[in-house]
């Protein structure tokens, strides 16, 4: 969960390594470091903290080489430290690694060099993969990289350069994403496509095993057996400005107002004359027709747009679904075949404990299809079938546009699903309807939003005043009922992501099986009343809960009268829209209160601690 870069060219490698990590910072930002070659030296510099403490020491000392290679960490092994940080040099220091992932036997490799003599100064595991490949190391990087790959065990994606052999560097990858960047007399490496999109838009997105040897003028790849590889260019279609904030505070908050037109472009590309279309789908309408039941399987926020999937595709194509987290997904010898259909979701298409879990069901003979973000990632080229999201690059940790795009091609993939289950069409043809509604409601929702003083702003600085007076003690329950009950995890997840609040999410249901014991004027309840099937039900928990005192933020369809007589202290109206769409507007108020509160705080929004945008480790 680190970010990595080289550069090989012309132009100056440090200016071009530290504007790649500020775009990889997402991925960890505990320390930073860069390595580059200059007049047969090889210069690292590494520092604890954000990379801006790494940007001001070079300000101070800069580096003149043309070829070098970056990090931006995320710690696994070994606390964030300048000693920690990568580039990790090799005992003469003519060698500097930068590495993401985890080597898995490091102890062993450790304790095997450390016997010739190697003396390690690190507590990381990514120090091995300098000593190793110093120990291949006989004039070749190349040869010496392949050398140290077949030893160790893991998942990692590294860069290395040699002190003797200027102007070249040499990667390699195994469950850890890596793309090479071919420019014009320059060449790059990196962890993901925004740190070199300022360069070159052709890219090409390295496999397992393959090891990638580059130069100014030159790049090659290599599968596993050694083998000269031929893999695809492809060309990068969005543009840097998509993942720069355009004016906004936080990338968050642009992430959140980017939602209806990431549903209107969804929407647009899918449906063709009222037709879900899926282009790039290689499973067959007709194989989708014949499965028995569905395995959805996801980490976090993709979990949620995974659990509430699961109430639309139960509603309206009969077919049994069952959703999991991958972790548990994936120890727990889950029942599926090839009646099966799993569904994994990711936005990043790098998570391990997703990708496990997606190689578990391929082993039991389910077929996989992915709904991705990530173009090319491990995730979306180990599946049967993939379904883009095309959210574009979301660069915020805590995950937004990501969410309601999934959604929106969960809709679309119900719908789809429902044909191929001969469902009729008036039916299905209803749903097309009311989904192209979407991307306007939530425009008109957001409209209300976009001045810096609007009311969900000012409901978390009462919040923030609350809590300091409550010496603290306050926290946050979310409550909702059927297809909405996945947006309390989710609203409960942002908040306490990114300003660190405790918070919970629960079916309302269950209040009186526990959660009601919390209920004094400590927490803020948020109970979303939207309109549906369950309403009556949310006024009553709502009732229960002002009864005991508690202070409610009800989030409810646009018009309603009721909620008033409950004494909710904020009312929230969302366009009134047929339940079955409602989550993707209700989780837009839900991520503003998160972004406000966590503003009110002054923290960290973009990057908040000790988390990292795709969990590539386990
Ligand atoms: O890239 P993925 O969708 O597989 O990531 C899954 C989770 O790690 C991710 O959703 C995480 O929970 C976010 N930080 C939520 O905001």
Request: proline share 4%.
């Amino acid at each position: 969960m680190c970010g990595i870069i080289g550069y090989a060219g012309k132009k100056n490698a440090e200016k071009i390594i530290i504007k790649g990590l500020s775009r990889l910072e997402y991925r960890g930002y505990d320390s930073a470091g860069i390595a580059v070659l200059e007049k047969g030296d090889l210069h690292i510099r590494k520092k604890q903290g954000k990379l801006s403490v790494l940007a001001d020491e070079l300000k101070r000392a800069p580096l003149k080489g043309v070829t070098g290679i970056g990090h931006t960490r995320w710690a696994t092994h070994g606390i964030p430290s300048d000693i920690n940080a990568h580039p990790h040099p090799s005992g003469s220091e003519d060698i500097a690694v930068v590495h993401n992932g985890i080597i898995e036997n490091y102890r062993e490799i450790k304790k095997h060099l450390q016997n010739k003599g190697y003396l390690f100064r690190s507590d990381t595991d990514s120090e091995v993969i300098a000593h190793l490949v110093s120990d291949n190391y006989k004039g070749d990087l190349y040869l010496a990289v392949k050398g140290a790959v077949k030893k160790i065990r893991g998942s990692y994606a590294f860069a290395v350069v040699h002190r003797d052999e200027p102007g070249r560097i040499v990667g390699s990858r195994m469950d850890a994403p890596l793309i090479a960047g071919v420019g014009k007399g320059e060449n790059f490496v990196a962890s993901d496509i925004p740190a070199i999109l300022d360069h070159t838009k052709k890219v090409i997105y390295l496999e397992n095993g393959d090891i990638v040897d580059l130069s100014s003028q030159d790049l090659k790849v290599f599968d596993r057996t050694g083998r000269k590889a031929r893999r695809k260019k492809d060309t990068i279609t969005w543009d840097i400005s998509q993942a720069e904030k355009k004016g906004y505070k936080h990338f968050m908050l642009k992430e959140i107002f980017e939602q209806p037109d990431v549903m209107r472009d969804i929407i647009n590309t899918r449906l063709k004359k009222e037709k879900v279309v899926f282009q790039e789908l290689s499973i067959k309408k007709k194989d989708l027709a014949k499965i028995k039941n569905i395995a959805i399987v996801a980490c976090g926020t993709a979990y949620h747009a995974g659990l509430t999937a699961k109430y639309m595709i139960e509603k309206h194509t009969g077919i049994p679904v069952w959703v999991d987290t991958s972790s548990e997904f994936r120890y727990r010898d889950p029942l599926v075949d090839k009646k099966t259909l799993t569904v994994v979701i990711s936005q990043s298409g790098e998570t391990a404990d997703t990708l496990a879990a997606l190689r578990e069901a391929r082993k039991k003979g389910s077929s996989v299809l992915a709904v991705c973000n990530v173009v090319g990632s491990s995730i979306a080229r180990e599946s049967d079938g993939v379904v883009y999201t095309h959210a574009g690059p979301e660069i915020a940790v805590a995950s937004t546009k990501a969410y309601v795009a999934q959604l929106t091609s969960l809709y679309l993939l119900t719908i789809y699903l429902a044909e191929a289950k001969g469902a009729k069409k008036a039916d299905t043809d209803a749903l097309v309807k009311q989904l192209k509604k979407l991307p306007a409601e939530a425009d008109r929702l957001l409209d209300g939003y976009r001045s810096k003083k609007n009311p969900i702003a000012k409901y978390a600085e009462e919040f923030h005043k609350y809590y300091l007076a409550r010496h603290n003690k306050s926290c946050f329950l979310y409550l909702a009922r059927n297809i909405n009950f996945p947006n309390a995890l989710e609203g409960a997840l942002k908040l306490k992501e990114i300003s660190y609040i405790s918070a919970e999410g629960y079916p309302a249901g269950e209040m009186k099986h526990g959660p009601i014991a919390l209920i004094d004027e400590n927490p803020w309840v948020v109970c979303i009343a939207v309109r549906s099937a369950t309403y009556e039900k949310m006024i009553s928990n709502i009732q229960e809960i002002r009864a005991r005192g508690g202070i409610v933020i009800a989030i409810v369809s646009e018009g309603d009268r009721e909620i008033k007589g409950t004494k909710a202290k904020y009312v929230i109206e969302i366009p009134d829209v047929p339940e079955v769409f409602s989550p993707a507007l209700v989780v837009i108020p839900l991520q503003l209160l998160a972004y406000y509160v966590a503003a009110e705080f002054g923290y960290d929004i973009d990057q908040p601690r000790n988390l990292a945008k795709s969990v590539t480790v386990e």
